[in-house]
Each structure stands twice: as structure tokens, then as C-alpha cells.
């Protein structure tokens, strides 16, 4: 590993220990009752007995340094903490909600990524043309819509006027689906979350793809080809898409995390049971440790894509290897 990673990976691990610093701290150092942030419960309704015992489970009786060296000893075995809202262990309830939140993120993350792409690739190989215009403004204004405007105009669309899909949750209550019949019914569920989660993706993939093959067709290996013979086709699949995939992978990359961010307010629109609802619902039942540990979750979904980023970078373009 060189200096300049062994660098950028001590920033990294410096701004995770932040995060988890203030994740620790503001709760116990807002003003009013600490038991009332860290335990989520209603304390004027509980007896001093009551108050005694979640005092003790949460540790506020003891220094702050030793409830902090308790804390990222609990974080370091996967230990979240408790929800006294819901009665159970916050890691049972990540562990719940994280495969739907994931199956968004992936799912938009690649149709996303094969639509961008391919729409950015024909746009700058059509420059200048009334089509490449005309994909250009409509991603910039694709780009300024509001997610929710988008998950609201495909429920009134496809769920209450068709009726093709589901508007809400990711699957059928009390439905006994199993095998094939289970698939179909998680997809149709999924459908409307996954597309608006695509849409709001696509336009940064495309103009990134866009304005880095315009770069690539004023290189020398372009004229190159074209001098040797290889017909337009052969220039654009073997030379041009191949040379201008780095950038697009790298905000690929961080598009992943910040897809964590953006199903907050999509999974609250679809009522679909993933982290981003989970946080929504945290919020409007004061469940503060929920809260917690959902934030700091996507904390480290954002730290994790910018590292997979600067990973994937210098690998993809040898040039970056050198600066």
C-alpha cells in the first residue's frame, strides 16, 4: 500500500471514529433528560423504579468515558443497542429491514448504470445533433425532480388509474405465496420503488458518460483507429466506451451510498419496510436509538463507497496511479 492509500485510508477511518463520536455524544449532551433520547420513552409516565432499571440497562449511570468505551465495544460485535419502543435489539431490526433497502440499492444501482450509460454513449456519439439536445435537457430536468413527486406520480399512474402494481409494503399481506409465485410477488412490490430510485440515478450516470466520451473522441488513439481502418462501430464498443468507463464507475461507486440516503423518502412513500422506513418511523415514534444506529448505518454505506471509489479508480486508469 502506498503513502498517499495509507493516507487517504487513515481519513477515512478518522472520519468514521468522528461519526460515531457524535453519534455517541448528542444524545447525552443535549440539553434536558439523556433517558429520554437514549430510551425513547415517555419518562413522565414511568415509576423511579422503572426509571432506575433503564437508566441502569443503558448505562447512564456510570462515567461517560466508560459508557463510551462500552459503546464502541458494543459496535465492534455488531451490538446497536436496544429499542425500549419496539422491546427488541436494534441489530434484530437492521437485519429485518437491510436485504430490502439493499435489494433497492443494487437493483437501481445496475438498471441505472445500463441505462446511463448506453443513453450517454449515443448522445455523445450523435453531439450536436437534435437528439443528443433533446437527452441532454431532459436528463438536466429529470435531475431537478423531487423523489417523492416521482414515487406519487407512479402510484396514481400505475397503482390507483392501472392497477398493474402495488402501491405499498414489499409483499402481499397474509398472502401464503412460496417459490416462483413469492418472486413475482417481492418484484411487483419492488417495481415502482426500484424505478423511481433509477430515475433519480440515470442523469448523473449519463452526462458524466456523456461529457467524458466527447473527451475521449479528441484523443490521438481515436484518430489512430480511424487511420488504421476501424470502422465507427469497432471505434466506439472496443476504444471509446471501454476509455470512458472510469469516471462513470467511480461515481457509480458513490451513487451506491448515496442511494442508502435517497430510500428514506422512497420507502416512506411506498411504505416499504427497509432502513430508510425504519427511520421514518424511528422519527415518529421518538425510538432515538433506532435512529442512532440507522444513521451511523448509512454513515458507513457512504464512508464504503467513497473507499470503493478510490479503490476502483487508479485500477481502472493506470495514469491515476502516478499523480
Partial sequence: MSTRQSNTLLQYIGVLF??????????RLMPGNPLVLLAGVDVGLMTEEERQVVIEAAGLD???H???VDYLTGLAQGDFGYSY???RPIGDIIMERLPWTLLLAFSSLVISALVGILLGAFSAWRRGSKLDLGLLNAMIATDSLPSFWIGMLFIAIFAVQLRWLPSQGAVTPAARFTGSEQVVDVVRHAIMPIATL???SVPRI????????????GEDFIRTARAKGVNERGILLRHMIPNALCPVVTVLALRFGFAFGGTVVIETVFSYPGLGRLIFEAVSGRDYP??????LLFTIAVLF???LADWLYPRLDPRARHH
Fill in 18 to 27: 468522528i461519526a460515531i463520536t457524535l453519534n455517541f455524544l448528542l444524545p
Fill in 62 to 64: 456510570r462515567p461517560l
Fill in 66 to 68: 466508560v459508557q463510551y
Fill in 85 to 87: 419502543r419496539q422491546n
Fill in 198 to 200: 433509477s430515475i433519480l
Fill in 206 to 217: 449519463y452526462l458524466t458518460m456523456r461529457y467524458t466520451m466527447i473527451g475521449v473522441l
Fill in 290 to 295: 433506532v435512529m442512532q444506529a440507522a444513521f
Fill in 305 to 307: 463507497s467513497n473507499i
